[in-house]
C-alpha cells in the first residue's frame, strides 16, 4: 500500500510540475505575441546641452538664448492616412539663462522629449506575410533667439511640417516594396527623405525668418530617421553628417563622447540624446495634451504643444 500511494503521489507531482511548465510556456508565448501585436513605445531624448562655442560673446549680450524646434513623424508603407507629425515647445528663450562658452544646461523635457507610441519592430517574415513597416524619426533645429516674433518661428515650424507630411505620403503611404527584397526599397526611402529634409529644401517651401534686423539664427540640424524593422531586414545605409539614420535600435550620444553636433553662424553646441524604448511600467509621457486636426479628406494629424504664438 505505502509502494503504490508513494507512487501515486510521485505521478500527480511529476503531472503538476508538467503541467505547470506547460502553463509557463504558453504564457510566455501569449505574452510574446502580445508583444509583437501590440509592440512597444519608443522616444528620442535630447536631455543635455553643452555650448562649447557660443555666438554672443560681447559685453552687449554675453551668452547665447538657445531653444530647440523638434518636429516628429512616421509613416508606414502602403498605407493610407498613416502619415503623422507632431512638435514640441520650443517657444522658451530664457531656459538656459544666457549660457555661454564651456557651460552645460539640461534640456526641458517638453523641448526635447519626442514618443512614439506603439511601434512594432517588424521581421522579414511580417514583412513577406503582409505587415508594411514603419518610418520613424524627427529632425531637430538648434536656434539662438534674438528678435524674431515667436508667430514668424511658429509660421516656419507648419510650413515644415506640412512639407514633410507631404514627402512623407508620397514616400512612404504611397510607396510600396519588393517583399522578396526590402531592405534596398527602405534604404532608398531613408535617402529620399533625408535629401527632402535638408536645409536647401526649407528654403524651397519658402521658409524665411523676418526679424528686422536681428533675425534668430539657426545653428543647425540633426535628423534622426529610422525604420522600425529588426535586424532580419538588411538595410544598408552609408554614413552622412547631421543624420542618425538606419534600423530602429537603442543609440546614446553622449557629450564628451560622442554628442550630436549643431554647428554653424559662430556657435557649436553639444548634446546629449538618446533614442531607447520606453521601460514597460513607468513610460513617461508628453506631458501636453495633443492637439489633433482633421483635414478635409478625414485624415488626422496630432501635434504636441503650441505651434504658433503670435
Known amino acids: 500500500m ?6 501515486t503521489i510521485t505521478n500527480l507531482t511529476i503531472m503538476k510540475s508538467i503541467l505547470c511548465f506547460a502553463l509557463i510556456i504558453t504564457i510566455y508565448s501569449i505574452y510574446g505575441q502580445m508583444q509583437v501585436s501590440f509592440g512597444a513605445d519608443w522616444n528620442i531624448n535630447l536631455s543635455r546641452l553643452r555650448v562649447s562655442d557660443a555666438q554672443e560673446e560681447d559685453w552687449l549680450s554675453d551668452g547665447d538664448e538657445p531653444y530647440f524646434i523638434m518636429i516628429s513623424f512616421r509613416s508606414r508603407f502602403n498605407t493610407p492616412n498613416s502619415t503623422a ?5 520650443y517657444d522658451d528663450d ?11 544646461r539640461n534640456i526641458h523635457f517638453s523641448m526635447g522629449y519626442s514618443l512614439f507610441a506603439d511601434v512594432q519592430r517588424i521581421s522579414l517574415q511580417n514583412i513577406l506575410a503582409g505587415t508594411n513597416p514603419e518610418i520613424l524619426g524627427a529632425i531637430v533645429i538648434a536656434m539662438e533667439s534674438d528678435s524674431s516674433p515667436w508667430g514668424t518661428i511658429g509660421d516656419m ?12 505620403e508620397q514616400l512612404i503611404e504611397d510607396g510600396g516594396l519588393n517583399l522578396l527584397n526590402p531592405g534596398p526599397d ?3 526611402s531613408l535617402q529620399d527623405i533625408r535629401d527632402s529634409i535638408v536645409p536647401d529644401f526649407w528654403e524651397s517651401v519658402g521658409m524665411v525668418i523676418e526679424a528686422g534686423g536681428d533675425p534668430d539664427d539657426i545653428i543647425g540640424f540633426h535628423l534622426f530617421l ?24 537603442t543609440r546614446e550620444f553622449l557629450i564628451g563622447v560622442n554628442p550630436i553636433v549643431f554647428r554653424g553662424d559662430g556657435a557649436v553646441y553639444r548634446v546629449t540624446a538618446r533614442v531607447q524604448p520606453c521601460p514597460v511600467l513607468f513610460a513617461p509621457k508628453n506631458p501636453k495634451v495633443a492637439n489633433q486636426t482633421v483635414n478635409a479628406s478625414g485624415k488626422a494629424t496630432t501635434s504636441w504643444g503650441k505651434i504658433k504664438n503670435e
Open 2 to 7: 505505502m509502494t503504490r500511494k508513494f507512487s
Open 94 to 104: 530664457d531656459w538656459a539663462n544666457g549660457i555661454d562658452d564651456g557651460n552645460e
Open 157 to 168: 515650424v507648419d510650413d515644415l511640417r506640412d512639407a514633410i507630411e507631404g514627402e512623407l
Open 85 to 89: 507629425t507632431w512638435n514640441n515647445d
Open 186 to 188: 527602405i534604404a532608398e
Open 226 to 249: 529610422f525604420a522600425a524593422v529588426d535586424n532580419t531586414v538588411p538595410i544598408n545605409f552609408p554614413s552622412v553628417a547631421n543624420v542618425s539614420s538606419g534600423r530602429l535600435i
